[in-house]
């Protein structure tokens, strides 16, 4: 299926582990949000990670083979960091899970960035705001907030609490943020809801054969 004709999925309450979910079979075929460099741009922008005055001027900037290549670049990222969480979800990261993670950390010391005072009546008591403002030289810095939201659910998350949705052709991951952390599914309005019609059709047939 083609990846412009269903918006990209945003479900893991972690951005870094949506970007895992870049590519998933939310109906029938399997989707992959980053097949190429103009979906990579969009999935930029639909997941908010780049301004879209950015997207624009990479977009008019950078040839469709040099955005391919940085699409090719995040897909290897994606793949490399779904193994890296599937073999630690569910438990405690320690240190020395730091050694798997060089790879981030070499492609974070690339990244463009710098601190900038700016105004923020709404949300400082002083009105001014410490931000970070990223500079985007060129088509490969697209990988620069990717990598940042990667190293975030490292840092950030709670891995005894990353799951893999329950659902069985699912390959959604997500962050169990609930109270009570049962959360099974990636939403209860897809594999959820898959999940009670076949329990409810199982019931039908048991009660049916006896």
Not at 72 to 88: C, G, I, N, S
Not at 104 to 129: P, Y
Not at 148 to 160: I, K, N, P, Q
């Amino acid at each position: 299926m083609n990846y412009r004709e269903i918006p990209a999925i945003f479900l893991a309450d972690a951005p870094g582990l949506d970007f895992l979910n870049s590519v998933a079979t939310p109906v029938d075929e399997p989707i992959d949000w980053i097949a190429d460099g103009e979906g990579l741009l969009s999935w930029l922008e639909q997941a908010e990670f780049v301004p879209a005055d950015v997207i624009r001027r990479i977009r008019g900037e950078a040839t469709p083979a040099e955005l391919d290549e940085v699409a090719a670049k995040a897909r290897d990222l994606r793949e490399w960091f779904r193994t890296f969480v599937y073999k630690r979800k569910g438990r405690p990261l320690s240190a020395k899970d730091l050694r798997d993670l060089e790879p981030l950390n070499r492609v974070l010391e690339r990244d463009e960035q710098h601190g900038e005072i700016v105004i923020d009546d709404a949300h400082s008591a002083t009105g001014f705001a410490f931000h970070m403002r990223r500079r985007w030289p060129a088509a490969e810095s697209l990988l620069m907030p990717i990598v940042e939201a990667l190293a975030r659910v490292v840092c950030d998350e709670d891995f005894t609490q990353v799951k893999a949705c329950e659902g069985p052709a699912c390959t959604l991951l997500f962050a169990d943020h609930t109270r009570g952390h049962a959360r099974r599914w990636c939403s209860m309005a897809i594999c959820g809801n898959r999940a009670k019609v076949a329990a409810h059709r199982k019931r039908r047939k048991e009660e049916s054969a006896g």
